[in-house]
């Protein structure tokens, strides 16, 4: 640009010296213009240079600010590679003053260049002097403090005459720029480094045809593949998946761009055999394509430790419940040898009596005794029933607050004067329930507040208040699925208990009383009533400030449509245990759900011969297995076969497609007891399963 101004400048001058010519010439060989005339005209082209140079003066200011605001340096040579002119910004940008450079010849300018570039830019100088156009080439240079820095060098010939006479080059400062990929490359080379060295299985998967575009060693490792087998390949090839549901989510998620946070997933290896992993997805931009990341964290070594931890907290829990069944054992023995103490010594006075000829109502009095001692026993086993939840049970909708006004009717006639009841009950809330259960249960839980304050005397609250538990509500109190509640709250301004105490409150036979008072099965019974109706009851107390529980019972609109439904899988309710093989996970999660919210014990598997393997290692543990009919690589008749041959009696419902053919033979086989079709309702299912296990206790003469 510099360049520029100066031919412009060049122009100009010699357009003006033209014209001053003109003028002075036609001066003296006009005869006709007067010596006025010549001073007008010239006073006119002096005017006229002025004005010119000044435009020129400001053309030339805005070149200079604009190279002063720019990175762009610009260099004119003549044709014997003597510097002409050099823009001022060289001065901010290498250091130099102009005044510095123009007139040396660019040999002499060597120590601006890198010692190891000055070959390759004598050979650009050399191709633009031979009227060819250089393109910008990179080049190291020199400050004048002894910098370096990197610049972008272009250069072009100018030729009069078909002959080269000059030369003009740019050089562009980009030493930023270098730099900037430098950190580029630096940080991508230390996360690549990272990522290599991470304990995780990372790979990054495009979303448009599936291939794997980076693995990291981890990965390599976890999968069995080499680095090789896996770059460029299509992701399904190497069959990581356990079963092709996973691939078709996998294909999914990629399709919709979803994200997958630690999901529990079996990755199968190249030799075949599977590892646990957690399995998180995240959407990427890499090399300008759409893509998916993938990590994986193996977490075999921590289930097998989780396990062994389960292992130690079931021997630890083993223990607590032996020692709950010691003690449950000597109180049932204590009242059985009263009760058989009574008997046997009324039956030998009656037998005695009616052989001696003593007076008949004498021995009708001594048989009632019996009658009544018997009475006891029944009404003892009874609790024990309920207790371990085999007794028999109606469920229907009735009003919370209703039934327990008619208990606390009964209760107040039995009450000592110094205890007064309060209540406040709500007469609108509904629960599915057994009447004779939730009567029982009040009456359990006030006796234990009365009994609390024997002596002293307070006053017994009992209140119904509604509550609403989400997911997290729900987390403290783990029996709980979240939804609607009612709870029935009972206090007593008793002496309250310490965390000792309140922790074994539900243990059977455990009390603070003095013996021969109550049956230390209350509260146990209460806790097993809950637990029947979907609940759960929570005990709060501390020392001086009473005692207080809390019974939850789900809450039910009287007015549902799905009233029935609620009543008949109510009535299916269950503690037994159950294993479940499905290959489908969303199956899984909804049967597991389903029978989970009933009460019962819930394994599941989505492999066969998995399952056959955990089902070796105990299978007393289970009363029913639940099983797919066209499980991958095993029919239901082989896999009721080989669970039958680990465990003769087990039960199995097989759940198929809805128009599934069932073989008689697989109907036949060892074991198989129900058929349920796909899709099942939570109600079909819940009462397939309990009709199966209520047919399995009477076959085998259980409760």
């Known amino acids: 640009m510099h360049v520029i101004v100066c031919a412009l400048l060049y122009h100009y001058n010699v357009e003006g010296l033209a014209l001053l010519r003109t003028y002075g010439t036609s001066g003296k060989s006009s005869e006709e213009k007067t010596r006025e005339q010549l001073a007008e005209e010239l006073d006119r082209a002096r005017k006229l240079m002025a004005e010119l140079e000044e435009a020129l003066k400001g053309y030339e200011e805005r070149i200079d600010i604009h190279s002063q605001l720019s990175s762009d340096i610009f260099f004119s040579y003549d044709n014997t590679l003597k510097v002409l002119s050099v823009t001022p910004n060289v001065l901010r940008i290498a250091g130099y003053d102009p005044a510095e450079l123009v007139g040396r010849n660019f040999n002499e300018l060597e120590m601006l260049v890198h010692p190891e570039d000055v070959h390759d830019a004598y050979d650009s100088v050399d191709h633009v002097l031979s009227g060819k156009t250089v393109y910008p080439n990179i080049y190291r240079f020199f400050t004048k403090d002894g910098q370096k820095r990197f610049a972008e060098v272009s250069g072009v010939p100018i030729v009069r005459d078909g002959k080269v006479v000059a030369m003009v080059s740019r050089a562009s400062d980009i030493t930023r720029h270098v730099e900037m990929e ?57 069959k990581l998946a356990s079963g092709p549901t996973d691939n078709d989510g996998f294909r999914r998620v990629c399709r919709d761009g979803k994200e997958i946070s630690r999901h529990e997933y079996r990755c199968r290896r190249k030799d075949g055999q599977y590892v646990d992993v957690l399995v998180s997805v995240r959407t990427l931009s890499y090399d300008d394509r759409d893509c998916m990341v993938m990590i994986m964290t193996d977490i075999s070594s921590l289930l097998k430790k989780r396990e062994e931890q389960g292992e130690g907290e079931s021997r630890t829990l083993q223990g607590q419940k032996l020692e709950a069944v010691r003690t449950l054992a000597g109180g049932i023995a204590h009242d059985f040898n009263n009760i058989l103490t009574t008997i046997l010594g009324y039956t030998r006075m009656a037998s005695r009596d009616v052989t001696g000829g003593i007076d008949s109502t004498v021995v009708k009095d001594e048989l009632n005794e019996v009658r009544r001692a018997a009475q006891k026993a029944r009404d003892l086993v009874n609790q024990l029933l309920v207790f371990s939840r085999h007794a028999q049970r109606k469920f229907t909708p009735l009003v919370l607050g209703e039934a327990v006004r008619e208990t606390l009717k009964m209760l107040r006639q039995m009450l000592p004067s110094n205890i007064e009841i309060e209540e406040r009950l709500d007469d609108e809330g509904y629960v599915l329930g057994d009447p004779n259960l939730i009567h029982q249960a ?78 230390g099965l209350g509260l146990s019974v209460v ?40 009543v008949d899988t109510a ?57 797919d009919l066209g499980m991958p690589g095993m029919e239901a008749d082989e896999l009721a076969q080989k669970l039958s041959e680990i465990r003769e009696d087990i039960p199995i419902i097989v759940c198929g497609a809805k128009g599934t053919a069932v073989t008689g033979k697989a109907m036949k086989g060892p074991g198989l007891r129900q058929c349920i079709a796909k899709p099942f309702d939570a109600q079909g299912l819940a009462m397939t399963v309990r009709k199966v296990l209520d047919r399995e206790r009477q076959r085998t003469g259980g409760d």
């Open 182 to 238: 430098r950190c580029l490359r630096e940080s991508e080379e230390s996360c690549r480094r990272t990522l290599q060295r991470l304990p995780d299985a990372i790979s990054i998967i495009s979303r448009d045809d599936f291939r794997l575009l980076y693995v990291n060693d981890a990965f390599n490792l976890l999968t069995g593949y080499s680095h090789e087998e896996t770059l460029g390949k299509n992701i399904f090839d190497l």
């Open 442 to 519: 009040v009456m359990n839980l006030c006796s234990n507040a009365v009994n609390a304050m024997a002596g002293q005397g307070g006053t017994l609250n009992v209140s119904i208040e509604r509550v609403s538990m989400d997911d997290e509500a729900a987390s403290v109190a783990p029996d709980l699925s979240p939804g609607p509640y009612l709870v029935l709250r009972v206090h007593d301004t008793g002496p309250g208990m310490n965390h000792k105490v309140r922790h074994r409150a539900f243990e059977p036979y455990f009390s603070t009383r003095f013996k021969g008072r109550g049956s």
């Open 527 to 566: 806790h097993g009533i809950a637990g029947d109706h979907g609940g759960t009851v929570i005990c709060t107390s501390q020392p001086g400030e009473g005692t207080s529980f809390d019974l939850y019972l789900p809450e039910v609109k009287a007015d549902s449509e799905d009233m029935d439904v609620l």
């Open 571 to 627: 009535n299916a309710r269950g503690n037994e245990t159950i294993l479940i093989i499905d290959d489908e996970a969303t199956v899984v999660r909804t049967a597991d759900r389903t029978l989970k919210d009933l009460g019962y014990t819930v394994v599941t598997k989505t492999q066969g011969d998995d399952a056959l393997e955990h089902f070796r290692t105990n299978p007393e543990r289970y009363d029913l297995v639940i099983a």
